[in-house]
């Protein structure tokens, strides 16, 4: 959520005009542990937007060594669960450009 607030996109505001996310697909790999106390960083960026979906690539990381990669698909739904359509107004705010195929 914190990431897209950086890029202007209150998801609060979308939830209440009807948009819902919901993650529907996650691949991670782990390549080496964290330790409690250890300071991370994590990163995020928006890998592709289709109609109705969202790709997200998230890093966490250790003084720059790789800790764990992520994909994330976050699908834009109704109050009933079904897909809905991004808005043009979140699509055009996340600066990425849209793939229509999917």
């Not at 009807?18 to 691949?27: K, N």
């Amino acid at each position: 959520m914190e990431f897209l607030l950086e890029k202007g996109i209150d998801v609060a505001e979308y939830h209440n005009k009807g948009y819902l996310f919901a993650v529907i697909h996650v691949e991670i790999d782990y390549k080496r542990p964290a330790r409690l106390g250890e300071i991370i960083e994590v990163t995020t960026e928006i890998i592709e937007i289709t109609n109705a979906t969202i790709n997200l690539k998230h890093q966490i990381l250790r003084n720059n060594t790789l800790l764990v990669e992520a994909n994330v698909r976050v699908a834009c739904i109704d109050k009933d669960g079904k897909p809905r359509r991004l808005s043009e107004e979140f699509v055009s705010l996340s600066s990425v450009r849209k793939n229509p195929k999917s």
